[in-house]
């Protein structure tokens, strides 16, 4: 079985993935997983991470990164990659365990065109571009469109409680700068430090500590095979039966592109019960039901349509790949629109999964099999319900997001495991999720059966293959990511001088 492990384990998710591409669009992590939010980039939420900050002197604190807008291109210009201002973007908290958010913070984006111009032949004419010289700092007078948020914080019920604005703890102001997107060398010559002057410290209402935030273009996270996954299945498989690099095969399609994160770090003590220290997140995004197109918008940004009526959820993303490899293609849309607490409508997905049963066909001739579990109680401990004595919250509805315990002390980047709990790493996912933590690997043991090798929701000898280590072969651990806030890496630039 070790030999069969090795000989497939680079193959695995790509071949499985591939098949339910047959099936319709699927993608990994949230990047266009679903019909709609292909049309709707800007409001696609790609990965959701929450952990407790390992920063030196941060442990504290929760840091909650939303990503948003996948496969970004550094030259992806004149207009590149601003947030919708007519869209509204949501983190939510659950501290109490039943599928409901209690705490919500409400991201609202501004664009503020300039319309710089330059004299030619004697007038001043409009520039097609987003900036006419270099930038250095916040509302640069060289930057032709300058974007900003606001966030609110919600209590209660996140379209009826009680909402707050949530201010800049140096002047008190509800507004924050967002940079623009790593244009290149020459228009942006230090993009780090430029990046750095949009963190701020902020008071949030009800915490006497600040936190901070920070919103703009980062490096992408998320580290997955994709190209072979597409290309029928293109990826070929270790050398030898033990090949010790199965898992580094740097086969990484996202090494490239760049994401949009709304990032913030909360006190503990304000996200957190003192009757329970585990919390549930996730993140949504929001657009008007009604869209008019207007037939001559004539000259300025955003007069191209007009959007009204009530909110209407179009993105949702807690626990990574649920979408994606877990729900079927028929009811991605309606998971995007739902809440957790609905999550029950879902559960056949959870408890007689698909994946395992393509990849024992996949592999039927190695003598792979599938978990015989049937329901998957422990699937739906790992997807649903928290894992006991590691993330469960002691009153808990079944539903997914995200869950971390923050009384979990926290794993000093060198001693963080890439493969989390089922490494031995109880600060990792799935309690909770770092940037270093190698979801995709995890994501596959676990469907697999790992969690009954274990004795968690099932006994061993109901995993027959549980003990493979599947893997995509692209590698990420923590080496990958800043130690400190807001983590990930500066992102990728438009061209290198």
Same mark, same amino acid.
């Given at each position: 079985?070790?030999?069969?492990?090795?000989?497939?384990?680079?193959?695995?998710?790509?071949?499985?993935?591939?098949?339910?591409?047959?099936?319709?669009?699927?993608?990994?992590?949230?990047?266009?997983?679903?019909?709609?939010?292909?049309?709707?980039?800007?409001?696609?939420?790609?990965?959701?991470?929450?952990?407790?900050?390992?920063?030196?002197?941060?442990?504290?604190?929760?840091?909650?990164?939303?990503?948003?807008?996948?496969?970004?291109?550094?030259?992806?210009?004149?207009?590149?990659?601003?947030?919708?201002?007519?869209?509204?973007?949501?983190?939510?908290?659950?501290?109490?365990?039943?599928?409901?958010?209690?705490?919500?913070?409400?991201?609202?984006?501004?664009?503020?065109?300039?319309?710089?111009?330059?004299?030619?032949?004697?007038?001043?004419?409009?520039? *097609?571009?987003?900036? @006419? +010289?270099?930038?250095?700092? $916040?509302?640069? =007078?060289?930057?032709?469109? #300058?974007?900003? &948020?606001? /966030?609110?914080?919600?209590?209660?019920?996140?379209?009826?409680?009680?909402?707050?604005?949530?201010?800049?703890?140096?002047?008190?102001?509800?507004?924050?700068?967002? *940079?623009?997107?790593? @244009? +290149?060398?020459?228009?942006? $010559?230090?993009? =780090?430090?430029?990046?750095? #002057?949009?963190? &701020?410290? /902020?008071?949030?209402?009800?915490?006497?500590?600040?936190?901070?935030?920070?919103?703009?273009?980062?490096?992408?996270?998320?580290?997955?095979?994709?190209?072979?996954?597409?290309?029928?299945?293109?990826?070929?498989?270790?050398?030898?039966?033990?090949?010790?690099?199965?898992?580094?095969?740097?086969?990484?399609?996202?090494?490239?592109?760049?994401?949009?994160?709304?990032?913030?770090?909360?006190?503990?003590?304000?996200?957190?019960?003192?009757?329970?220290?585990?919390?549930?997140?996730?993140?949504?995004?929001?657009?008007?039901?009604?869209?008019?197109?207007?037939?001559?918008?004539?000259?300025?940004?955003?007069?191209?349509?007009?959007?009204?009526?009530?909110?209407?959820?179009?993105?949702?993303?807690?626990?990574?790949?649920?979408?994606?490899?877990?729900?079927?293609?028929?009811?991605?849309?309606?998971?995007?629109?739902?809440?957790?607490?609905?999550?029950?409508?879902?559960?056949?997905?959870?408890?007689?999964?698909?994946?395992?049963?393509?990849?024992?066909?996949?592999?039927?001739?190695?003598?792979?099999?599938?978990?015989?579990?049937?329901?998957?109680?422990?699937?739906?401990?790992?997807?649903?319900?928290?894992?006991?004595?590691?993330?469960?919250?002691?009153?808990?509805?079944?539903?997914?997001?995200?869950?971390?315990?923050?009384?979990?002390?926290?794993?000093?980047?060198?001693?963080?495991?890439?493969?989390?709990?089922?490494?031995?790493?109880?600060?990792?996912?799935?309690?909770?999720?770092?940037?270093?933590?190698?979801?995709?690997?995890?994501?596959?043991?676990?469907?697999?059966?790992?969690?009954?090798?274990?004795?968690?929701?099932?006994?061993?000898?109901?995993?027959?293959?549980?003990?493979?280590?599947?893997?995509?072969?692209?590698?990420?651990?923590?080496?990958?990511?800043?130690?400190?806030?807001?983590?990930?890496?500066?992102?990728?630039?438009?061209?290198?001088?």
């Amino acid at each position: 079985m070790k030999s069969v492990a090795r000989s497939v384990a680079s193959t695995a998710l790509g071949i499985a993935a591939g098949c339910l591409l047959i099936a319709g669009n699927v993608s990994a992590s949230s990047h266009r997983e679903s019909p709609f939010v292909t049309q709707n980039p800007k409001v696609d939420g790609t990965d959701f991470y929450m952990f407790r900050s390992y920063e030196t002197g941060r442990s504290g604190f929760v840091t909650i990164v939303a990503n948003y807008q996948p496969f970004q291109d550094g030259f992806g210009g004149p207009n590149f990659f601003m947030m919708d201002p007519k869209a509204l973007y949501e983190i939510h908290i659950d501290n109490v365990g039943d599928g409901h958010e209690h705490i919500t913070y409400q991201f609202r984006f501004s664009n503020n065109l300039l319309d710089l111009a330059v004299p030619v032949g004697g007038k001043n004419v409009s520039v *097609p571009l987003i900036n @006419i +010289g270099a930038i250095n700092a $916040p509302k640069s =007078a060289t930057l032709n469109v #300058q974007e900003s &948020y606001t /966030i609110t914080m919600v209590t209660g019920d996140r379209r009826t409680g009680t909402a707050a604005s949530i201010t800049n703890a140096a002047n008190g102001s509800t507004s924050f700068d967002k *940079p623009v997107d790593y @244009i +290149g060398n020459k228009s942006l $010559p230090n993009y =780090a430090a430029y990046a750095a #002057q949009h963190i &701020y410290n /902020i008071n949030i209402p009800g915490c006497s500590t600040p936190g901070k935030v920070f919103v703009g273009q980062r490096k992408d996270p998320f580290v997955v095979n994709l190209g072979g996954t597409f290309d029928l299945v293109n990826i070929t498989a270790p050398a030898t039966a033990f090949d010790p690099q199965a898992e580094n095969k740097g086969l990484d399609n996202l090494k490239l592109k760049n994401v949009t994160a709304i990032e913030m770090e909360v006190p503990i003590s304000c996200l957190a019960t003192t009757a329970d220290p585990v919390i549930g997140g996730w993140t949504t995004a929001s657009v008007r039901q009604a869209r008019l197109i207007n037939p001559a918008p004539g000259a300025g940004v955003g007069l191209a349509s007009k959007e009204g009526g009530a909110w209407s959820q179009v993105s949702r993303l807690g626990m990574p790949l649920v979408n994606e490899v877990v729900i079927g293609l028929k009811d991605k849309d309606r998971f995007n629109t739902s809440k957790p607490s609905d999550d029950g409508q879902f559960l056949s997905y959870v408890t007689n999964p698909t994946l395992p049963a393509l990849l024992e066909i996949l592999f039927s001739s190695a003598g792979v099999k599938a978990p015989t579990n049937i329901p998957r109680n422990d699937l739906v401990t790992a997807f649903l319900t928290g894992v006991p004595g590691i993330n469960q919250q002691k009153t808990v509805t079944p539903s997914e997001m995200l869950r971390l315990n923050t009384s979990t002390p926290v794993a000093a980047p060198a001693s963080q495991s890439r493969l989390g709990v089922i490494g031995g790493d109880s600060a990792g996912f799935p309690n909770g999720r770092r940037p270093g933590d190698d979801v995709v690997d995890i994501a596959l043991r676990v469907v697999m059966g790992r969690l009954c090798t274990l004795n968690i929701g099932c006994a061993p000898a109901s995993a027959p293959s549980g003990a493979i280590d599947f893997t995509d072969g692209a590698f990420v651990d923590s080496t990958f990511f800043d130690s400190t806030f807001p983590y990930l890496k500066t992102p990728v630039p438009g061209v290198f001088n």
